[in-house]
């Protein structure tokens, strides 16, 4: 549980201002679900605990699942 904090959030938060700012952002960019805070509540927050893994294992098993789910939502 230490990737609840508000250090945390806020760093997140200022990555994902300047994605949606930027001047190469489009409506699809603001569509992206997961760079739009609802608040910065545990509850809220746990689906970005995957963005401050650091266990290189756990990063490359979430990042092949990730792609298995989008090639079998593409089948």
């Not at 300047?18 to 809220?44: D, G, V």
């Not at 689906?47 to 989008?70: A, S």
């Given at each position: 549980?230490?990737?609840?904090?508000?250090?945390?959030?806020?760093?997140?938060d200022?990555?994902?201002?300047?994605?949606l700012?930027?001047?190469?952002?489009?409506?699809r960019?603001?569509?992206?679900?997961n760079?739009?805070?609802?608040?910065?509540?545990?509850e809220?927050?746990?689906?970005?605990?995957?963005y401050?893994?650091?266990?290189?294992?756990?990063?490359?098993i979430?990042?092949?699942?990730c792609?298995?789910?989008?090639?079998?939502?593409?089948?």
């Amino acid at each position: 549980m230490n990737y609840y904090t508000i250090k945390n959030f806020k760093k997140l938060d200022n990555i994902f201002f300047k994605i949606l700012n930027s001047k190469y952002a489009s409506w699809r960019t603001y569509c992206i679900s997961n760079l739009q805070f609802i608040k910065p509540h545990p509850e809220y927050f746990v689906k970005y605990k995957y963005y401050f893994l650091k266990n290189f294992f756990d990063l490359i098993i979430f990042l092949i699942g990730c792609f298995l789910n989008l090639f079998l939502r593409v089948l």
